[in-house]
């Protein structure tokens, strides 16, 4: 039996839903464990394009249980919205196969209001928030003011919540970001109108992972964003709100850390990032646009377009070491066909000296200058290659290579957006 955690090894939008919903096939369960509707998964089969933001990317395939774990932040509406779209296409939502965990803190008004008068008011210090209420939420966790999806079984306690978390916030919003107030039993009423269709989905999802195991299924953990925006070990202070290695699988889950026996690093073949924060290899030149261009960089939750740059083996080196990776998934090989000479960074230099390591100290990796390496482009078409041989002679090179600057084998590579498109390894 295999206990797989899938994580970004990037910045985010490496293509873990595709890899996901592969994966998933042979698992009874699939469970998301941190994060919120700030991530875009985007599955592509049979030419039809599903995106997913809250809901595990296993939903395709109808024998396939998800649960949406306690690590997670849910905006009901959001939620509702996504079941929706897919009960239309006749994906079944039902509570019998999609689960949220009663400990789920949910995203209400005042936190979505507070994300972007906050935003707002930094001026030219923006750090790129989606602006959909993620960290006033898990600020709210933290300081155990929170709302749970437990709670909506309660209006009476709901409601007592509701009025307590506003005395705070709506000082904030009206005093120091000038922003209109929001009214407690308003807001306390229009998520109770969402009870009814919710409650159904609440379950003990520690419970129901338990059980799996014991039954032997295979059980995959679905990772959202990417390792460096991880709130302890990303690019702070341009990062998210969780935790976002492999280690937040189990306290976001309530699974022990030993029940995992499979942690699969999904990269892209180069490099993307959207909104602010360091970025040593963006390319701001034709290459750049091109990778842009054909890879269809933008952001499949907020539209953005994505900023494009070579692969850096250091960010991947760093991230291997931060979630134990026992192999690597490479996304998008197909995007880098027609490019003459492919560069891959494999350290940095600052103040003249040669940096193996990402810097710790804020601000110094907006400074460092990437030291690359230089190999052959390829100029055949890839993305029917169902044989890791198939590939042109370049293109396995170039895969080799990353794996031996990586220290960890690529079991995967994708070379296309359809679930057909890759190759097993």
């Known amino acids: 039996m295999a206990n797989t955690v899938i994580i970004g090894a990037q910045w985010g939008d490496e293509g873990k839903g595709k890899i996901v919903d592969m994966l998933s096939a042979q698992c009874s369960l699939v469970v998301r464990f941190h994060g919120g509707n700030n991530a875009g998964h985007t599955i592509r089969v049979l030419g039809e394009e599903t995106i997913l933001h809250l809901i595990p990317s296993g939903i395709l395939h109808r024998d396939t249980i998800c649960l949406i774990a306690?690590?997670?932040?849910?905006?009901?509406?959001?939620?509702?919205?996504?079941?929706?779209?897919?009960?239309?296409?006749?994906?079944?939502?039902?509570p019998a196969r999609l689960g949220i965990s009663k400990k789920t803190h949910l995203i209400l008004p005042y936190h979505k209001q507070l994300d972007n008068a906050r935003e707002a008011k930094r001026a030219g210090r923006k750090i790129g928030t989606t602006g959909r209420g993620i960290g006033p939420c898990y600020e709210d966790k933290s300081a155990r003011v929170g709302i749970r999806a437990g709670d909506l079984t309660n209006p009476v306690l709901l409601r007592e919540k509701i009025r307590h978390a506003l005395l705070e916030k709506n000082t904030l919003l009206r005093?120091?970001?000038?922003?209109?107030?929001?009214?407690?039993?308003?807001?306390?009423?229009d998520?109770?109108?969402?009870?009814?269709?919710?409650?159904?989905?609440?379950?003990?999802?520690?419970?129901?992972?338990?059980?799996?195991?014991?039954?032997?299924?295979?059980?995959?953990?679905?990772?959202?964003?990417?390792?460096?925006?991880?709130?302890?070990?990303?690019?702070?202070?341009?990062?998210?709100?969780?935790?976002?290695v492999s280690g937040n699988a189990a306290a976001g889950s309530g699974m022990?850390?030993?029940?995992?026996?499979?942690?699969?690093?999904?990269?892209?073949?180069?490099?993307t990032r959207v909104g602010s924060g360091p970025f040593p290899t963006e390319l701001l030149d034709d290459a750049g646009t091109y990778l842009r261009e054909k890879g269809h960089e933008y952001g499949a939750t907020t539209g953005r377009p994505r900023r494009c740059g070579w692969l850096d083996t250091v960010i991947l080196r760093a991230s291997v070491r931060l979630n134990g990776f026992t192999d690597i998934a490479m996304?998008?090989?197909?995007?880098?066909?027609?490019?003459?000479?492919?560069?891959?960074?494999?350290?940095?230099?600052?103040?003249?000296?040669?940096?193996?390591?990402?810097p710790q100290e804020e601000g110094v990796l907006a400074d460092v200058v990437p030291i690359y390496e230089e190999m052959p482009g390829f100029e055949d078409d890839v993305s029917g290659c169902t044989?890791?041989?198939?590939?042109?002679?370049?293109?396995?090179?170039?895969?080799?290579?990353?794996?031996?600057?990586?220290?960890?084998?690529?079991?995967?590579?994708?070379v296309g957006s359809e679930r057909r498109q890759t190759i097993m390894r």
């Open 256 to 271: 022990p850390p030993s029940f995992f026996t499979r942690i699969v690093g999904v990269t892209k073949a180069y490099t």
């Open 331 to 358: 996304t998008k090989l197909d995007v880098l066909q027609n490019l003459p000479v492919l560069r891959i960074c494999v350290a940095y230099e600052f103040e003249g000296k040669r940096c193996e390591r990402i």
């Open 175 to 189: 005093e120091l970001y000038k922003f209109e107030p929001l009214n407690p039993e308003t807001v306390a009423d």
């Open 191 to 244: 998520v109770l109108a969402l009870a009814p269709r919710l409650t159904p989905y609440l379950t003990d999802v520690e419970a129901r992972i338990d059980e799996a195991a014991a039954r032997g299924g295979d059980i995959l953990f679905e990772g959202a964003q990417g390792v460096h925006l991880d709130i302890d070990h990303g690019t702070y202070p341009f990062v998210t709100s969780s935790n976002t």
């Open 387 to 414: 044989g890791f041989e198939q590939l042109p002679g370049t293109a396995r090179a170039y895969v080799r290579r990353v794996e031996e600057l990586a220290g960890v084998g690529i079991s995967m590579i994708s």
């Open 70 to 94: 306690n690590g997670v932040v849910l905006d009901p509406s959001v939620f509702l919205k996504e079941a929706d779209k897919l009960a239309a296409r006749g994906i079944d939502v039902s």
